[in-house]
């Protein structure tokens, strides 16, 4: 699917578990959400760092309005990595996006996978993994 970056702007997808996505895209933030009813079940969300690579602030699913293992944290990372590439894109700088798996409870070594399977990579900081997209 073309994907094109207004500012501001929100795009909805439907999935087949029973939410939609809808996704919120800037130049220095993008957040991805969830809904399930009227309610956020889960939210994916980065911002652009001073030095000029995205940092992917949570992902999160909550089990009490989404089950867990059903692929809606995979699908909200990979929404949320093609807004990126698009903000990348339109300002015509190469993608880097970093994360430390870890935080909000949750098994580190779970979540270190989690992004592993995401097509994330150790990067040369032992507590971060990198994800490149595109060349500028």
């Known amino acids: 699917m073309e994907r094109k970056l207004i500012e501001g702007a929100t ?14 895209c800037s130049p220095q933030h993008i957040a991805v959400h969830a809904i399930k009813g ?14 000029q690579s995205w940092f992917i602030n949570r992902v999160v699913v909550l089990p009490a309005r989404a089950p867990r293992g059903t692929g809606l944290g995979s699908e909200l990372v990979r929404h949320l990595l ?31 996978n989690f992004y592993l399977k995401a097509g994330f990579t150790r990067s040369a900081e032992p507590e971060l993994l990198e994800w490149k997209g595109i060349a500028a």
Do not use: W
């Open 11 to 24: 795009m909805a997808y439907n999935l087949p578990i029973g939410c939609t996505i809808q996704e919120f």
């Open 82 to 112: 093609a807004c990126i590439v698009d903000a990348d894109r339109v300002a015509g700088r190469a993608t880097r996006v970093v994360v430390t798996p870890g935080g909000y409870g949750a098994d580190p070594e779970k979540q270190f």
């Open 38 to 51: 009227h309610m956020i079940a889960a939210s994916a969300e980065a911002s652009f760092m001073p030095d």
